[in-house]
């Protein structure tokens, strides 16, 4: 299966641990970044920040990260995406991590519908999920 969108990210000095490679937590950060990259390309309405939207927004409910390889310092970092098949209020979203060929992580983040105004989880609306099984046409090539 091929990846619907690609983020980049360069290393920079301080994402870096004590042993002089890319800290644990910043692929997280990493994953995020790509995410909310990947959901901007989708929902034109979609912002991060804003808690009192349009009242449809994703929570984070669980990441999984599967630690390959090491990346260092100003090495260019590819953070793929891919959907799952999205439930009536959740979707899975598949990652992985490279510089050049070496996969240095994958897993995948587990998000939940919310309505932030309204405290609570809400289904997917019906054009999401359509656009979800539809690469975005603006997706970086590989």
């Not at 799952?84 to 510089?99: A, D, I, N, Q, Y």
């Not at 983040?109 to 999401?128: F, H, K």
Request: charged fraction near 25%; hydrophobic fraction near 35%; charge should be negative.
């Amino acid at each position: 299966m091929s990846w619907a969108y690609t983020h980049r990210e360069t290393v920079r000095f301080g994402d870096l641990d004590a042993m002089r490679h890319l800290n644990n937590v910043v692929f997280l950060r990493y994953f995020e970044t790509a995410r909310i990259s990947y959901f901007n390309t989708m929902l034109e309405s979609h912002d991060p920040v804003n808690r009192s939207g349009d009242g449809f927004g994703f929570i984070f409910a669980s990441c999984h990260i599967d630690y390959r390889a090491p990346a260092y310092f100003d090495e260019e970092v590819s953070v793929n995406l891919r959907p799952g098949e999205p439930g009536t209020k959740s979707l899975r979203l598949e990652f992985e991590m490279r510089v050049g060929e070496r996969l240095i992580a994958e897993g995948h983040g587990v998000l939940v519908g919310y309505d932030y105004a309204q405290e609570r989880t809400i289904p997917i609306p019906d054009e999401l999920r359509e656009r979800l099984a539809v690469p975005p046409s603006n997706t970086p090539p590989r």
